[in-house]
């Protein structure tokens, strides 16, 4: 075999990755990886000799580092139920290595100086790499060109339906002046406000199983078909979060052109039968449906119609969730389990471990232009997800390092567990345990590289 590198240079490497099986964007493969200031310095058949550290992946698959496009990690505002700490380790417990967060917090992400906020809290706290997604107003269209290109931003997200916090923008003009000011893809909640407004009477008091009943797949098709029709006509490209419904699925195979979509961990694997067993920690928004839809999504997912995989981590604490229905809050962990619940449908076969890769790594490179990342590559950032698929593990409410520490899929067996999590050569995560000191990163992204 022959080795790749990024000089002639023989000179030692930092960090050794041998015999594990690495699952790339151009296949399987079984090369070595070395590791030097932080990237990929070589893979092939590398003499360990030459190397400072050797980890022994026998047995265990080398996946690109999982990017998590969408978790709410709930600062500044709402710390009691998680920050930005607590989140990112949650995060790398599970595999991930970089996360985009939200913009929906106290106060909301919505200009330069709340960017700047985020990112300063963020170094030298968060465990894995991060961007911050900046909300789109009816006040800020002006500012979006430059915020949308600053450094650690993710690009602009717009709710135009409402859910937690307070960055609603439900009207066709106001939608159209945002996407008339981007350049980047936007990333949108797709909900139809009005129809949820003319539908609350449909709520039952006690009963979260009425969620997906007021919230229908009506108002969730509806979103996406004003937002296509919108983005069209400005000439933009958009991004559909969590899609709930096989509808939005048929409808999205013939826009492609300008529509990428996510999918959740929860609308993969859960279903409204879950509702009598979990109450209101299944409401999430948009909710968790029926099986047809879920089997709609699995289609998607077959069929290349969602492009990416993110978990829409949206903690709240027991009590808060304990509230009587409608007013329980809507959303559950989700940042730590996607990895493994993930795994467990590919070793059921419903989706190839080189779709994952596709789905958490290449993917969201390739949709949001991520620089140095998504791929095992010479001169890409060392960001490896080190998974087990032969172990059988058992998720509980103990393992979940978020701050609001519950899961939906406590007591859920799996086959195939995240055994460690690299980040940008450093040894995050390894075996259930914090390896390293938080050292995270903004991601670079090429629509937005600094100058100079």
């Not at 993110?310 to 903690?315: K, L, M, N, Q, R």
């Amino acid at each position: 075999m022959t080795t790749n590198e990024t000089t002639s240079d023989k000179s030692t490497y930092e960090l050794l990755f041998r015999n594990g099986t690495v699952v790339n964007h151009d296949g399987v493969g079984t090369p070595d990886i070395a590791v030097r200031n932080g990237r990929i310095a070589a893979t092939g058949d590398i003499d360990p000799r030459r190397a400072d550290r050797v980890v022994d992946c026998t047995g265990l698959h080398i996946l690109p580092g999982v990017i998590d496009s969408q978790v709410h990690f709930r600062e500044p505002g709402a710390e009691h139920k998680e920050d930005l700490e607590t989140g990112s380790r949650a995060a790398v417990m599970g595999g991930v290595t970089a996360v985009f967060e939200m913009p929906n917090t106290k106060p909301t992400t919505t200009s330069a100086e709340a960017l700047a906020d985020k990112i300063k809290r963020a170094r030298g706290r968060m465990h894995c790499d991060f961007a911050f997604w900046v909300g789109g107003t009816r006040d800020n269209v002006a500012d979006i060109p430059d915020l949308e290109r600053l450094p650690g931003a993710a690009g602009i997200k717009v709710f135009i339906g409402s859910s937690t916090g307070d960055l609603l923008v439900e009207d066709d003009a106001g939608i159209a002046a945002i996407l008339g000011a981007t350049r980047r893809r936007a990333a949108f909640h797709a909900e139809d406000e009005m129809r949820l407004n003319d539908r609350k009477h449909l709520r039952v008091p006690g009963d979260a199983a009425s969620h997906p009943v007021w919230r229908d797949a009506t108002a969730a098709l509806m979103a996406t078909e004003r937002l296509v029709r919108i983005a069209r006509s400005k000439g933009a490209r958009i991004h559909i979060l969590h899609i709930s419904t096989a509808e939005e699925i048929a409808y999205l195979a013939d826009h492609k052109d300008i529509v990428t979509a996510e999918a959740t961990p929860h609308h993969l694997t859960l279903s409204a039968d879950d509702y009598e067993r979990l109450g209101t920690k299944l409401q999430m928004n948009p909710p968790v449906r029926d099986k047809a839809h879920q089997a709609g999504i699995w289609q998607g997912i077959a069929n290349g119609v969602i492009d990416v995989l993110g978990s829409d981590h949206a903690p709240h604490t027991l009590e808060e969730k304990a509230k009587p229905y409608p007013e329980s809050p809507s959303g559950m962990t989700g940042v730590q389990t996607l990895v493994p619940i993930m795994l467990d449908h590919v070793n059921a076969g419903r989706l190839s471990l080189e779709r994952f890769v596709d789905l958490t790594s290449a993917g969201p490179a390739r949709l949001f232009g991520i620089a140095r990342k998504g791929r095992i590559a010479v001169g890409y950032d060392a960001d490896f997800t080190i998974v087990d698929l032969k172990r059988r593990a058992t998720i509980t409410n103990g393992w979940i390092a978020s701050r609001a520490g519950w899961t939906p899929y406590d007591g859920k067996r799996v086959f195939g567990w995240p055994v460690g999590t690299v980040v940008r050569g450093r040894q995050v995560m390894w075996e259930g345990e914090l390896a390293a000191p938080s050292g995270g990163e903004p991601v670079l992204f090429s629509e937005a590289l600094p100058r100079g």
